[in-house]
């Protein structure tokens, strides 16, 4: 069998006026005289990214594009020059790659999802999520060179946006590379105690399952199946941590540190390798998991079953065909592989239970499109992503992605952000240009509100805003200023409590059931831990009238001030609290 070059400079060599030959000689000119932070040339990174795709088994386009994904962001070319020189499709991919290279991520917990979703939107062809994640994996693979706040903010990153979306893609060895790239600079202490503690029980593992292995080889040649290879798969740090957690830390519950994965021809071959492990060895009871009926949602198919083996030591094993072991390695990217087969055929009439159409239409273009050549229109077309066409993903101006529908104005961006900054909004910044605050907008587009203090929202807004529970706050707010002369105000409560369990709960409870609103929650515990300061923002939604004067000036209606003190009353008398006090802001 012809082996695939797995070097740009092979690939060049076989084909010297390639694509991919010319996108090497103009990525290395255009970066002549760079230098990285190591020291080392600046075109060392795009081959390497260039070379990743290749092993991912990926198209000369994507591979071209590869090779020049930096030259817009770095250099003096320009998405025109890319465009005269390479053509609308390499242009488009290094254009996607550029605009996701903006998104930034500081680990706010609800913006991962966010992120995600606006990568895909932004790569309507998926082949720029390959150049992004193979990207991603060299910067990882380089990051000792740069500072400890950067490693630490782009590892994070990469831990959580940049790895989930690889697995999500069904790509579990480049998922699970980028995970342990990145857990030694966010977890560094668990990191050195899992090599301290677990480097000599993988050499165990693997030692007892060299054991195991000819047993199986054996079992099933007798049985007319020939393997096409049996190796050890180690479970990796990053992920061994994560199920270490869920088991105490107790290493002997983990029984798929080494497992034994059998790679055979057939899916028939793969329930017969299964019937012989289990009349070799008894299986555990609920061990056994069929991803081959019921693939996992990215696709992957495989057969675990775990059993009590050779000296009652449990061990997991893994049986998968050839295609599924790809699948399970490269996901998405695997499907440039391999021509339509009987197998596949029947892959993609089990995904198609579980998996949405237009995804399942996608993955055969891409197979078919090995019969064919060049990059024909057709082709083209069936490789734009459409998950996501009803939402839009608009950035603030600090990276923070926000989720809106498609056709959403800078007004639904604005309400999106906050509510104080939509009923403040006199203005928008797209992309540092001043738009209408009709401008819809688009998945990529850099918004900045301006805003005014005091303002209120035009009733005009209700013609073009397109979210309804924007249009809801707009019309509330319209309603309220025609009666309220004054904002709602506020009092926050401070509570000296002894630091229990329970205390909190307790506290908002008897707040809920005075019907005052909770707006915002804060909480300190002093240095011996004895004690806890707890402050609360609670909403009076009523308009302020004459009666008690609190500082500042202020004046609180009777009816709250007597709602307030009964309040207090009750906080003294839950368990644990010590000193009460508040105060009008």
């Not at 590869?66 to 003096?76: F, Q």
């Not at 320009?78 to 005269?84: F, P, S, T, V």
Request: hydrophobic share 35%; aromatic share 8%.
């Amino acid at each position: 069998m012809e082996t695939k070059p797995q070097t740009i400079k092979e690939l060049i060599k076989e084909n010297p006026n390639s694509l991919i030959s010319q996108a090497y000689f103009f990525a290395e000119n255009a970066h002549k005289g760079q230098k990285r932070l190591s020291g080392e040339p600046y075109f060392n990174h795009p081959l390497k990214v260039a070379e990743n795709l290749i092993n991912l088994n990926l198209d000369e386009q994507t591979i071209a594009a590869g090779l020049l994904h930096d030259t817009i962001e770095d250099t003096n070319t320009n998405l025109e020059d890319i465009r005269k020189k390479f053509g609308d499709q390499i242009a488009f991919l290094i254009d996607g790659v550029t605009k996701i290279g903006k998104i930034k991520y500081r680990g706010v917990e609800n913006q991962k999802e966010n992120i995600k979703k606006l990568i895909i939107a932004l790569s309507e062809d998926i082949r720029v999520v390959f150049i992004k994640l193979s990207d991603r994996l060299h910067n990882m693979q380089t990051l000792k060179t740069l500072s400890p706040e950067k490693q630490k903010r782009i590892a994070l990153e990469t831990y959580e946006i940049y790895a989930p979306l690889a697995y999500r893609l069904g790509m579990h060895k480049l998922s699970g590379e980028l995970e342990d790239l990145a857990f030694p600079y966010l977890y560094p202490n668990e990191h050195q105690w899992l090599v301290n503690n677990i480097k000599e029980k993988y050499s165990e593992r693997e030692n007892y399952l060299k054991r195991i292995k000819p047993l199986v080889i054996k079992a099933l040649e007798n049985a007319g199946i020939k393997p096409i290879h049996i190796d050890f798969r180690a479970k990796r740090y990053a992920s061994l941590y994560k199920k270490l957690l869920r088991y105490e830390m107790d290493i002997s519950k983990i029984h798929d540190l080494v497992a034994l994965r059998i790679v055979v021809q057939t899916i028939s071959d793969c329930y017969a390798a299964l019937g012989l492990i289990h009349n070799l060895w008894p299986p555990l009871p609920g061990r056994i998991k069929d991803y081959i009926a019921m693939p996992k949602p990215n696709g992957y198919r495989s057969i675990h079953t775990t059993v009590f083996c050779v000296d009652q030591k449990i061990v997991e094993f893994q049986i998968r065909t050839l295609e599924m072991h790809e699948e399970a390695e490269h996901g998405q990217a695997a499907s440039w592989k391999y021509s339509e087969t009987k197998e596949t055929k029947e892959y993609l009439e089990k995904k198609s239970v579980s998996t949405p159409e237009k995804e399942i239409e996608w993955v055969k273009k891409l197979r078919d499109w090995q019969k064919e050549t060049g990059d024909s229109p057709d082709f083209i077309d069936s490789l734009k992503v459409d998950f996501f066409k009803d939402r839009i993903f608009a950035i603030t101006p600090k990276g923070t992605v926000v989720d809106l529908p498609a056709g959403a104005t800078p007004i639904d961006f604005a309400y999106q952000i906050h509510s104080d900054i939509g009923n403040q909004c006199v203005g928008a910044k797209v992309n540092n240009h001043i738009v209408p605050l009709e401008y819809e907008l688009r998945s990529g587009d850099i918004v900045e509100i301006i805003i005014q203090k005091g303002k209120k929202p035009s009733a005009s807004w209700l013609n073009f805003v397109k979210k309804a529970s924007v249009k809801n706050r707009i019309k509330k707010n319209l309603k309220n200023s025609q009666f309220k002369t004054q904002e709602p105000k506020q009092i926050e409560l401070k509570i000296v409590a002894e630091n229990k369990t329970e205390l909190l709960k307790n506290i908002l409870t008897t707040i809920s059931y005075s019907r005052i609103n909770v707006k915002r929650v804060s909480s300190n515990v002093d240095n011996r831990g004895q004690f806890q300061t707890i402050k609360i923002i609670c909403k009076i939604d009523d308009r302020l009238s004459s009666g008690h004067r609190l500082s500042g000036g202020h004046r609180l209606s009777g009816g709250h001030k007597q709602k307030i003190s009964k309040l207090i009353l009750k906080l003294k008398e839950v368990k644990n609290v010590k000193e009460i006090d508040y105060r009008f802001v």
